[in-house]
């Protein structure tokens, strides 16, 4: 064989094993790459969750924040509404007290006869008075609950009695012994009432 061959093959083998050589790089830099593409995407996809995470407390924070407003906004409407609730209640005497006085002034105008002017002025005073002041509570959405010949609520109504009616109908009051009222539709004080006694039947609860 020739100086030039041996040259030759020396080349060929030594061409070779670079090649091999570049190949063996080649491959370690693309396992590296698609080791450090697998990192990325893995601390990808934890940052995203982590993210979605936050994003739920937000949420569910901005929930709690709007749920707490609504409640405080209904507890001051309530506030609002019944805060008079107490102060009422004092009143309510001052109404029954004027009630009685008008048909204390109308019995004694009734036995005196129509010629008693004294009698009927004051009749007439205290019923104004009177009609003045439930006018007033009124004003501040405060009821009177008057509940002849309706249906007995034991929501509204406390029994005081029952007693026979053949001309009301069963459970239904007959007679108001102390009226009941209400403030913005909540019950201050139950009208104490009589109820017809049913013929046949269950009783209704004497207690509200």
Known sequence: MSADENRNEQMEEELNEAAAEAASVEDEVKSEADEREGADRTETEMLEA?????????????????NVRRRSEIDVEK????????FVK??????????????????????KGETSEVVSSMR??????????????????VEQLNPVGEPFDPQKHEAMSMVPAPDAEPNSVVAVVQKGYTLNERLVRPAMVVVAK???????????
């Open 90 to 111: 004092e009143l309510l005497p001052v109404a029954d007290s004027l009630e009685k006085g008008v048909e204390s002034a109308q019995s004694a105008a009734e036995q």
């Open 50 to 66: 982590k993210v979605q995470e936050y994003k739920d407390q937000v949420l569910r924070t901005q929930a709690e924040m709007q």
């Open 79 to 86: 506030a609002h509404k019944f805060a008079l609730e107490k």
């Open 198 to 208: 049913a013929e046949s039947g269950p009783k209704v609860d004497e207690q509200a």
């Open 124 to 141: 007439e005073g205290m019923d104004m008075t009177l009609d003045l002041f439930l006018k007033t509570l009124g004003k501040f959405n």
